[in-house]
């Protein structure tokens, strides 16, 4: 498996395992440093084309991984949107997955592609996610999906304790007049 290998030289260039990303990554957008990003998304894209002939949840795992490493540049993201023909399942994997970095861009991709549950999983991800960060994007594409529902939940985080966050709610509710 091409994406298998490709991956396995990100993991060791960076010193990492997909189980130590999440805590050891720190702030990110060193990811984009990695020599072999061509490669990487191209294997990638092939995972993509096999996912439209047979869902594999081992094959729709490597490309979760592939898409949280790739956070900065988004191709992964944009790849999976342009050529999933199906891709209710893979948006549930990465959803669920432990990647945070896969989560917030299943998020924003949820405010624009129309799949089966979109306002589930992104409720899902606005009220059991610890990540402010996921749960920020996934409040903001839940108002493109249901601006009621989105003013409703903003009003809980008006107040928190993250300020981008609290902005965002604020936004939302600001919008609604």
Do not use: C
Request: charged share 30%; aromatic share 8%; net charge negative.
């Amino acid at each position: 498996m091409s994406l298998e290998i490709e991956l396995a030289k990100f993991w060791e260039w960076a010193k990492m395992t997909p189980d130590t990303y999440n805590e050891q990554r720190g702030l990110g957008e060193w990811e984009v440093e990695y020599p072999e990003w061509d490669a990487l998304h191209k294997a990638a894209i092939e995972a993509l084309e096999q996912l439209n002939r047979e869902f594999n949840h081992d094959l729709a795992q490597l490309l979760v991984y592939a898409l949280a490493i790739d956070n900065e540049a988004g191709v992964v993201l944009k790849s999976a949107e342009e050529k999933l023909e199906n891709p209710l399942r893979f948006v549930r994997k990465a959803v669920f997955s432990d990647q945070s970095q896969a989560r917030w861009q299943m998020a924003e991709l949820l405010g624009h592609v129309d799949v089966e549950g979109r306002e589930k999983m992104l409720l899902q991800l606005i009220n059991s996610e610890d990540d402010k960060y996921v749960k920020r994007r996934a409040l903001l594409s839940l108002n493109k999906v249901n601006r009621a529902k989105a003013v409703e939940l903003a009003q809980q985080y008006v107040r928190d304790a993250d300020p981008f966050l609290k902005l965002v709610a604020k936004e939302i509710i600001k919008k609604q007049v």
